[in-house]
C-alpha cells in the first residue's frame, strides 16, 4: 500500500489549496486519517485528523482555516486550507492508522506560500 498525496503549489498568503491522499491497494480496518506537515528544519507536526466516527481534531494553528474530510471507500482524505499563511509553508503528509497500525510514510506534498 502506497499513499500518494497531491495538490500542493505556490500560493500567495490568504490564498487557497485543496489536498488530496490517495492509499492505493487495499486498506484494512482504517480508522483515524491524518494530515501533518514538517517545515524546513523542523519536525513533523500534526495538522488534523478524522476518526472513523467523523470526529475531527485540528492544530490550534489552522483552526476555523483547515477542514479534514474523507472517503473512506476510496481510501482517500482530503485538507481544505483556505487563507493560507507563510508559515504555512511545508511538506504535507498523510497518513492512515489501520488496524494493523499507520502506513508507511508517503513522500508528501509541497505547499509553498509567498507573503
Known amino acids: 500500500v502506497q499513499l500518494q498525496a497531491s495538490g500542493g503549489g505556490l500560493v500567495e498568503a490568504g490564498g487557497s489549496l485543496r489536498l488530496s491522499c490517495v492509499a492505493s491497494g487495499s486498506v484494512f480496518g482504517i480508522n483515524t486519517m491524518y494530515w501533518y506537515r514538517q517545515a524546513p528544519g523542523k519536525l513533523r507536526d500534526l495538522v488534523a485528523a478524522i476518526s472513523r466516527d467523523g470526529h475531527v481534531h485540528y492544530a490550534d494553528s489552522v483552526k476555523g482555516r483547515f477542514t479534514i474530510s474523507r472517503d473512506v471507500a476510496k481510501n482517500a482524505v482530503y485538507l481544505q486550507m483556505n487563507n493560507l499563511k507563510p508559515e504555512d509553508t511545508a511538506v504535507y503528509y498523510c497518513?492512515?492508522?489501520?488496524?494493523?497500525?499507520?502506513?508507511?510514510w508517503g513522500q508528501g506534498t509541497l505547499v509553498t506560500v509567498s507573503s
Open positions: 497518513n492512515i492508522l489501520t488496524d494493523h497500525g499507520l502506513l508507511r
